[in-house]
């Protein structure tokens, strides 16, 4: 079971390019940058964990441009985003600046993906049918894998369409970067199965009490789906440095453990990922 490290970066957060050499050096596998473009003033939308939203929401930096100098500060760790909303972005956009990460990073770019919360952030990009997101979503990663695979590529979809096109880089990696699926237990394991190289849900919401409890269930439905679980890892985002827990994890499969690290600076961040390597060094 690998470990990985995840940050909201702002302008008064530990810098990713330091945060991603620490975390390389602990023995940690990832790191991982979430998105959220801006918060809307006015806004219907609950936020997921309960309670207030926290201010790093408006005020992180975009995912691509932290792991970019992430990359350029490493050389064995992978990069992530945590999730990228995909909903938001323009796919032929973003489909080169997938493929240009990883061709910078040498192939170490993990494109973690998601339909998101916010639907008044979501409105303000102009996509206004909150419950028919996902299908959009899924469009834009069709289409992007066409642009990534495909020398001359072209997508013809109800909300995505456009005709044969060039485009390049491709990715680094063959075919694309694995491609993961983030959402809740039913629906966004069944996304993940659909269309996903792997499933990251976070480790717990109002909803439920662990994510864990659903962890076999998905593999059964991996096998249902005709998929092999092994080839849809899990990777569960968010975990205390318990080591019951965490054996745990590893009993049931689980791929990965993403570690959500507070946006401060480097005295606090530190020490705490100081506690985390001897907990991994244990999982080596």
């Avoid at 975009?62 to 990228?84: E, M, Q, R």
Wanted: aromatic letters at 12%.
């Amino acid at each position: 079971m690998q470990f990985g490290g995840a940050m909201f970066f702002t302008d008064y957060a530990m810098e990713a390019t330091d945060f991603a050499r620490a975390l390389e050096e602990r023995g940690f596998e990832s790191v991982w940058a979430p998105e959220h473009s801006h918060i809307p003033l006015s806004r219907g939308s609950s936020f997921p964990a309960g309670g207030e939203l926290p201010r790093k929401y408006a005020e992180c930096m975009d995912p691509f441009v932290s792991l970019t100098a992430a990359a350029v500060a490493t050389k064995t760790i992978k990069l992530g985003t945590g999730v990228a909303l995909v909903v938001q972005r323009d796919p032929i956009q973003t489909a080169k600046l997938v493929a240009s990460l990883d061709q910078v990073s040498k192939g170490r770019f993990l494109f973690g993906i998601g339909g998101g919360w916010n639907a008044e952030e979501m409105a303000d990009h102009g996509t206004t049918d909150f419950k028919g997101r996902w299908k959009l979503v899924r469009e834009r990663v069709e289409a992007m894998k066409a642009i990534w695979t495909q020398e001359h590529p072209e997508y013809h979809g109800d909300l995505v369409d456009f005709p044969p096109m060039m485009a390049w880089p491709k990715p680094f990696q063959k075919p694309y970067p694995p491609v993961i699926v983030g959402g809740a237990f039913p629906y966004g394991a069944r996304r993940a199965i659909a269309y996903g190289d792997g499933w990251v849900p976070h480790k717990s919401r109002p909803q439920y009490g662990d994510v864990s409890e659903f962890v076999p269930r998905f593999r059964d439905m991996a096998r249902e789906a005709g998929r092999d679980p092994d080839s849809i890892p899990v990777t569960i985002w968010g975990s205390a440095n318990d080591m019951d827990t965490l054996r745990r994890y590893q009993d049931i499969g689980v791929s990965r453990i993403i570690i959500s690290m507070d946006s401060a600076g480097a005295d606090k961040i530190i020490p705490e990922l100081d506690r985390w390597a001897e907990t991994i060094r244990k999982f080596a």
